[in-house]
């Protein structure tokens, strides 16, 4: 059994690479320092040496853009690996064991998804305070219900199966019927979910950097830099508009590659086929 590779999953997975390649030399492909400001080149056009142009201080935009990749891709995986991490192990826990320690769970879950994702991260950064460690807490907060809710839905539905049943009678721990029957079976399921999760978590790193709250300048990340953009938005609209197509690009291409993934995944969808 082969997969077919159609032309969304050549366009994303072509897109990310070049992406992971650009923030890996980033040092040696950005012409300047990102953090260093030299008023006299401010809201230079682009061209030459500053192909991007440079913002309000002076620092070169391309730059800029370069190392921001490394920081939404950062941020995007970390939070995305500790929030499924703590949401498999709650709702896994949930699902198997069932009874007091579901309706817990569960009880939990519902509390945080009463309020909405943004407004709790943003509860979340207001009270601790902005910053890299804070900003990524926040995120995490937020999506690890949703790795909750899967999980669990996978296990119940799991839970009645016949080879499930066979490892129990067999005397098999729960250790070894989860780790060995119950996440094969879900992984398919939360690498979707993963892979979609990086982009709304960059999108959300932006949107608070956005507004003030999440990384901080003079560190170059396209959410803040759209920010610092904002007053000369007719003026020098180029400043906005470059690190926005970054984010679009980025998120754009994680959202097709989960989506190609889940085609393969899902036998209903017929993308599974045989050549």
């Known amino acids: ?152 839905s996978e296990v119940l539905a799991l839970s009645g199966k016949e080879f499930l049943e066979s490892a129990k009678s067999l005397g098999g721990s729960d250790l070894y019927i989860i780790s060995r029957h119950i996440l094969p079976n879900i992984l398919p399921s939360l690498l979707v979910m993963a892979t979609l999760s990086v982009g709304y978590a960059i999108l959300g790193v932006a949107s608070l950097s956005f507004l003030g709250l999440g990384i901080q300048p003079p560190t170059p990340e396209w959410g803040s830099m759209m920010n610092d953009a904002r007053p000369f938005l007719r003026s020098h609209p180029l400043m906005m508009i470059f690190p926005g197509i970054a984010i679009t690009v980025t998120v754009l291409a994680f959202h097709l590659l989960g989506d190609e993934i889940r085609k393969r995944l899902d036998p209903r969808s017929g993308a599974l086929k045989e050549l």
Not at 22 to 33: F, N, V
Request: glycine share 12%; proline share 4%.
């Open 1 to 152: 059994m082969k997969y077919k590779t159609d032309t969304g999953l050549k366009i994303a997975l072509l897109t990310l690479a070049v992406l992971v390649l650009l923030a890996i030399g980033a040092g040696w492909i950005a012409p300047h320092d990102p953090e260093k400001a030299e008023p006299q080149l401010r809201l230079m056009d682009p061209g030459g040496e500053y192909p991007f142009g440079t913002d309000h201080l002076g620092r070169c935009i391309f730059s800029r853009v370069l190392f921001g990749i490394r920081i939404s891709f950062f941020i995007g995986m970390a939070t995305v690996f500790f929030s499924s991490l703590i949401g498999m192990i709650l709702g896994g826990a949930a699902g198997y064991y069932g009874g007091l320690l579901d309706e817990a769970v569960m009880r939990v879950v519902d509390a945080f998804l009463a309020f909405p994702s943004i407004f709790l991260a943003l509860a979340v950064i207001g009270f601790l305070g902005s910053g890299l460690v804070n900003l990524m807490l926040s995120l995490i907060l937020v999506e690890w219900t949703g790795y909750a809710r899967l999980v669990r």
